[in-house]
């Protein structure tokens, strides 16, 4: 079995400014070749899991390229060009092949192409020809298209958000492909999609929760022989066209009335706990105080800025309703601007001045915060992610300024970095635990800091990843759509 495998991975944004080059790639990483191979060892990213699967069945590995961004706004079409050659070309060069494996995240916008990796697959298809099966793996909010669908033969999505499955979702996908490499099944994908999309915070897979729920009647109808591989899609909801919506997925063995029936049948479950996934959340002002009221550690969860939704990280609306809530509560709260981090690094550490920090990129809603703060220390915020989608792999805040303003502990980064624990507090000093109040600018990662004496409270308002999908004046979106309109039977979009 000789077995291709790429990987590119990002999540798009159209709500957001960010812009993703070639070189905010190349700080994650970009790998080709041998390198690659040896880059994923040690992490537990979709592409690991899929090589070790390959690798323990006796494959011939054949690494082809590999880019993994994180979530932002869109990805520069000259980039997107590039990734897209290196893949089909690169597949192309190594026939003749048996299978091709590819990790994606799904949900990844560019400023010409709106379905990205259905034209990187789509591409690949045309270019190896019909008869070598392609399996690939998708990110839970993956935003998934009839061409992905049609070009792929297998299609797994994570299980799990928070995400902790990565590894294991690579490695089923790449299961899958071995199975049909060697004659034991003929797998067909097909998706169901409704016109409605769900906030993202309310669609953890944990406890109670709606798609706790949803994930555990996927695994009964796998479990009850329905279908090889069961994913429901609640999608990477701020993208503003016409096509997004929550999907049900399907793989069978050779049956595709089956597959399509699960694929609805996954899809219904979402679509009946629609309004489950709304919940509760406060203005900065009134998360403040009503923290403060709080015993033990409180985390403020900045949900219309989340840097793993696309965001760009640099809202400064918690910063001025803890300044002028609570200045002297110990706090903790990280915030993207790098020309406040430039002018940190200029003065030096100990160094007292004026700063104005926060809408550095994006000034649609918020002014920067005028304040007086002391450098307390200067870093370059380099660290290991230790779980998550991007576990084991190197990330790096840039220029980072830690800035001491009364109780505050201030952490102004340069570059947006996808949110996991306290990696990136820990790694500029700051021990959060020490802290009564925490900013997060992430959706669901934060629960995995809860406990008995830290709770959370999420702050709605204005922002690139806004909680209320109903107030953001869509351009592209066809009405009707939940949560818009108030549907009784669903609008179908595929
Ligand atoms: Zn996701």
Redesign the pocket.
């Known amino acids: 079995m000789r077995v291709a495998v790429a990987s590119f991975e990002y999540e798009g944004n159209s709500l957001s400014l960010r812009v993703e080059r070639r070189a905010d790639f190349a700080r994650i990483g970009i790998f080709e070749g041998a390198a690659l191979l040896q880059a994923m060892e040690g992490k537990d990213l979709a592409l690991t899991g899929a090589i070790h699967a390959l690798r323990d069945a006796g494959a011939d590995l054949v690494p082809v390229f590999a880019a993994k961004g994180g979530a932002g706004g869109h990805v520069e079409d000259a980039f997107f060009h590039e990734a897209r050659d290196r893949i089909v070309e690169g597949i192309a060069a190594a026939l003749p092949l048996d299978g091709v494996y590819l990790a994606m995240h799904g949900a990844m916008i560019c400023a010409e192409e709106k379905d990205p990796e259905g034209a990187v697959l789509a591409a690949l298809r045309a270019r190896i020809g019909p008869g070598i099966p392609i399996a690939i793996s998708l990110?839970?909010?993956a935003h998934v298209t009839p061409r992905m669908v049609a070009a792929a033969d297998i299609v797994v999505g994570y299980e799990t958000?928070p995400?902790v499955d990565a590894y294991q979702t690579g490695g089923r996908a790449a299961g899958l492909l071995v199975r049909a490499l060697r004659g034991e099944i003929r797998p067909v994908t097909r998706m169901r999609k409704y016109n409605a999309i769900v906030p993202v915070l309310g669609g953890a897979t944990l406890g109670d929760a709606p798609m706790a729920h949803v994930a555990a009647h996927a695994r009964a109808l796998e479990a009850a022989g329905r279908a090889l591989s069961v994913s429901y899609f609640p999608v990477q909801p701020w993208l503003d066209m016409a096509d997004v919506g929550i999907t049900g997925l399907a793989v069978s063995d050779g049956d595709p009335a089956g597959a399509e029936a699960v694929a609805q049948d996954i899809l219904d479950d979402m679509w009946r706990r629609r309004r489950d996934f709304e919940l509760p959340a406060m203005t900065p002002a009134e998360a403040v105080r009503a923290a403060l009221a709080l015993p033990g550690r409180t985390l403020l969860i900045d949900a219309p800025d989340a840097i793993g939704g696309g965001a760009s990280g640099d809202s400064p609306a918690l910063l001025a309703a803890l300044l002028a809530e609570a200045p002297e509560a110990d706090a903790a709260l990280c915030l993207v601007d790098p020309a406040a981090a430039a002018r940190a690094f200029e003065l030096g550490e100990g160094a007292e001045a004026s700063f104005a920090i926060g809408a550095w990129q994006d000034r649609r809603w918020f002014k920067p915060v005028e304040l007086v703060a002391r450098v307390e220390r200067l870093c370059e915020g380099s660290f290991t992610y230790r779980g998550g989608p991007a576990s084991g792999a190197r990330a790096r805040l840039g220029p980072s300024a830690v800035l001491r303003v009364g109780g505050l502990r201030l952490l102004v980064a340069s570059h947006a970095v996808y949110e996991h624990l306290d990696e990136h507090y820990a790694a500029c000093g700051i021990d959060i635990a020490a802290c009564k109040l925490v900013s997060f600018k992430n959706l669901m990662n934060y629960r995995k800091l809860l406990g008995p004496d830290t709770g959370f409270i999420a702050l709605h308002g204005p922002g690139a990843t806004p909680l209320r999908l109903q107030d953001v004046a869509w351009e592209n979106r066809r009405r009707p759509f939940w949560p818009a309109d108030d549907m009784t039977a669903p609008t179908a979009l595929a």
């Open positions: 990110d839970l909010h958000y995400h």
